[in-house]
């Protein structure tokens, strides 16, 4: 009996639509005044001389209802006329935006919002709009400004005024901010993590010291982090609040239960069939060593990093990570890493978003997982990274979307950009005088990534000057193209016995030969013109003349480092080689470097080791201009090159160089000033290497130690060092005090 109503129901139903079905001979549209009627007809993907039944008219109605033309539609089809009723949307005659004097925060607001001049108005998106206008103000600071909306509609013209009457008050500035609860951390440490900061008078142009709700978000779950990085896997932080104070200040508040501090107990890493254990033996290693250590949500992420690094190499494209923890004895965690072969989808498009400057191909040509292309994360979250590094974006985002089938999907990767320019001024101070020097950089060049970088150094003895251009992900390649054009001239007559002036241009790039390692080979052309003093050996005196050499030039450098501004983690690793094509004296130089970064406690420490040396193919001296000269970064608490060997009282350098350095970062080590870090170095280095008389070599290492400050400031950071030598030869120059002022814009 169920069967025979069920069969009877649908072919009810299946005649019915047959039964309107019928045949659009004719359209008839009543109501519209600015949208003609074969704009609608369009619209609707409306065909003559063809069966409608109820489903495709209804598509029809919608086709309509999407342009947004329209806020009501109605459609009756008979005898094979297509009568369509339509109320058009007002058309917004004028859309203000009054009481923001900033013409940029303005034009930030009628970019940001959906409704514009000229388009049609629609109650939803206006309330939508309205939404988005106070996040933004928020964010700008304002968190407490009240807005007003007016509509005044013409009904004669189908026309709307849409004014938006803000009133924004003061900026919101936080004078205090506090941790509250269960915190088991001290403030002055907690107050380092986040990003919202204390106003302060020198802060006068940060935008840290104003309520941001989104900047507030981040700043609980940058606190969350670092809990969980600190052993307390349970943290919860469980609110922030604002509280107005009588002073008309506000006050920050964040409400933090840490909870206990876990130890890992047991770790596994599980496989699924699909993958071959002998791959993954390192990860075993890296899981049994953290066995009993204090529980770290870094150290959990650094092994899943490495289980994406084996299986990119073994081109698993669709490997699946899932963590499991589980809780023994309220203190312990078990954690278990599974391993599968997760769902394989394809990127069918990506869609970039948020770019007003900066070209769409400067984004693109970033991304190593590209449209058609197998979504593999790790890629992609390269990718995200070779964005961010760009340093013109201030946030990078991304959404993964269902495609237009299963296996499909559509990415949108949002970008805010973020002022490009920077701007720095530095100076030294020391026994022979002061320098000064300044420069200018973009990052943005037209919107095309292009880096832009030009500075000047003028000295007592010296006035250098660079242009340096850069072109990333050059002809759609990984590679970057960079020119420079340098112009030095040195008057070093008084310590040094020669002078010289010299202008090079350069040609190169750099791309990532494997992952973390960096090639960069470039062709260099000089000219040069020294002159020497009369008091000079006779040896420096055979140089005098002019110049034109070409050299080509490369480096390797191996980057390991766990970030690349204030890295507390890794290493990095440059080998950097210089080879005659054209030249007189034929000098090959070579030079090595590396570099340790280890967080002990809060204290951040760098070893390195530096070695340089300079020699000729053939018997002839290394020019005086190509000789090595100590630098001030590597032996502080003496003057730049006038230390090792002399002739004459002339400083004239040597083939060979090495040093040693050793510093350590406290950072925000006092808590009356937490934009302040303090360290202490140790420097031991020497030169040597007397081409043409071996007689005035001096194997004496020098040596210093130091302390050293460096202070955040509305104008960028300031840097003081004090050294003292330890072990010096007397013909050495020292310099205890140096600082250093830089900002950007």
């Known amino acids: 009996m169920f069967k025979k109503i069920?069969?009877?129901?649908?072919?009810?139903?299946?005649?019915?639509?047959?039964?309107?079905?019928?045949?659009?001979?004719?359209?008839?549209?009543?109501?519209?005044?600015?949208?003609?009627?074969?704009?609608?007809?369009?619209?609707?993907?409306?065909?003559?001389?063809?069966?409608?039944?109820?489903?495709?008219?209804?598509?029809?109605?919608?086709?309509?209802?999407?342009?947004?033309?329209?806020?009501?539609?109605?459609?009756?089809?008979?005898?094979?006329?297509?009568?369509?009723?339509?109320?058009?949307?007002?058309?917004?005659?004028?859309?203000?935006?009054?009481?923001?004097?900033?013409?940029?925060?303005?034009?930030?607001?009628?970019?940001?919002?959906?409704?514009?001049?000229?388009?049609?108005?629609?109650?939803?998106?206006?309330?939508?709009?309205?939404?988005?206008?106070?996040?933004?103000?928020?964010?700008?600071?304002?968190?407490?400004?009240?807005?007003?909306t007016s509509s005044i509609l013409n009904e004669v013209q189908n026309s709307i005024r849409l004014t938006y009457d803000i009133d924004l008050g003061d900026k919101a500035k936080i004078n205090e901010i506090q941790f509250i609860g269960d915190k088991k951390i001290k403030d002055r440490k907690l107050k380092n993590v986040i990003t919202s900061e204390e106003s302060r008078f020198w802060k006068f142009i940060s935008q840290s010291v104003y309520l941001n709700p989104d900047r507030i978000e981040m700043d609980k779950r940058l606190l969350t982090n670092y809990y969980k990085n600190n052993g307390y896997y349970s943290v919860n932080v469980t609110n922030s609040f604002v509280e107005f104070k009588n002073d008309g200040s506000f006050k920050l508040i964040f409400n933090i239960d840490a909870g206990k501090k876990f130890k890992f107990n047991n770790l596994v890493l599980e496989l699924s069939d699909e993958y071959e254990k002998k791959y993954f033996k390192q990860i075993d290693k890296a899981l049994n060593k953290l066995q009993g250590k204090e529980y770290s949500l870094d150290k959990i992420e650094s092994v899943l990093r490495e289980v994406d690094k084996i299986a990119l190499s073994k081109q698993y494209e669709f490997i699946d990570a899932t963590l499991s923890e589980k809780i023994i004895d309220d203190d312990k965690l078990d954690i278990s890493i599974l391993l599968v072969d997760t769902q394989k989808f394809y990127v069918e498009k990506i869609n970039i978003l948020g770019n007003t400057y900066t070209l769409e191909e400067v984004i693109r040509n970033s991304l190593i997982v590209d449209e058609g292309d197998p979504f593999n994360e790790i890629l992609f979250n390269k990718s995200i990274n070779n964005i961010k590094a760009k340093n013109i974006f201030g946030n990078v985002q991304s959404k993964i979307l269902p495609g237009s089938n299963a296996n499909l999907k559509v990415i949108d990767l949002s970008v805010e950009e973020k002022p490009t320019g920077e701007i720095s001024l530095g100076a030294g101070i020391g026994t022979s005088g002061g320098t000064v020097s300044g420069g200018i950089k973009e990052n943005n060049f037209l919107g095309k990534g292009i880096r832009l970088n030009t500075n000047l150094s003028v000295s007592e003895s010296a006035i250098k000057g660079q242009f340096v251009y850069e072109k990333p992900n050059f002809n759609y390649s990984d590679n970057t193209l960079f020119t420079s054009l340098k112009s030095t001239s040195s008057d070093n007559l008084a310590d040094f016995g020669y002078k010289t002036s010299e202008i090079s241009i350069s040609f190169g790039t750099t791309f990532e030969q494997y992952e973390n390692l960096f090639f960069s080979p470039s062709i260099e052309t000089a000219y040069e013109n020294l002159e020497t003093t009369s008091t000079a050996s006779s040896t420096l005196k055979k140089q005098k003349g002019s110049y034109v050499d070409t050299y080509f030039k490369y480096s390797l450098d191996y980057d390991l480092r766990n970030k690349r501004y204030r890295a507390d983690e890794g290493y990095t690793t440059s080998f950097y080689q210089e080879l005659p094509i054209i030249s007189d004296n034929h000098e090959i130089v070579n030079s090595f470097e590396t570099t340790r970064y280890q967080k002990i406690s809060s204290m951040i420490t760098k070893v390195s080791f530096y070695g340089k040396m300079v020699n000729t193919i053939d018997d002839v001296d290394v020019r005086i201009s190509k000789r090595l000269f100590m630098p001030e970064s590597k032996l502080r608490g003496f003057e730049g090159g006038k230390v090792g060997p002399v002739d004459n009282n002339d400083f004239i350098g040597g083939n060979y160089l090495s040093a040693v350095n050793f510093n350590a970062t406290l950072p925000q080590l006092l808590p009356s000033f937490q934009n302040t870090d303090f360290s202490f170095f140790i420097d031991a280095a020497n030169i040597w290497g007397v081409d043409y008389d071996s007689s005035m070599d001096n194997s004496k290492i020098r040596s210093s130690a130091g302390i050293g400050m460096n202070i955040s400031t509305p104008i960028g950071p300031l840097s003081f060092s004090l050294a003292q030598p330890f072990s010096k030869s007397s013909t050495d120059k020292t310099e205890t005090f140096r600082f250093n002022l830089g900002t950007t814009f």
Do not use: C, H, W
Not at 37 to 61: A, M, T
Not at 113 to 129: G, M, N, W
């Open 6 to 148: 069920l069969k009877i129901n649908f072919i009810v139903l299946f005649l019915s639509s047959i039964l309107i079905a019928d045949i659009i001979k004719e359209v008839n549209v009543v109501g519209n005044k600015r949208i003609s009627n074969e704009s609608i007809i369009v619209f609707g993907q409306i065909n003559y001389d063809r069966n409608y039944n109820q489903d495709e008219l209804n598509s029809i109605l919608k086709n309509i209802y999407d342009t947004n033309f329209f806020k009501k539609i109605e459609l009756n089809l008979v005898n094979s006329i297509l009568q369509i009723n339509v109320v058009e949307n007002p058309i917004i005659e004028d859309l203000e935006i009054k009481g923001i004097k900033s013409a940029k925060l303005k034009e930030v607001l009628l970019d940001k919002i959906s409704l514009k001049s000229r388009k049609s108005y629609i109650e939803t998106i206006f309330l939508s709009d309205l939404n988005l206008i106070k996040n933004i103000i928020k964010s700008s600071g304002y968190y407490f400004a009240e807005i007003k």
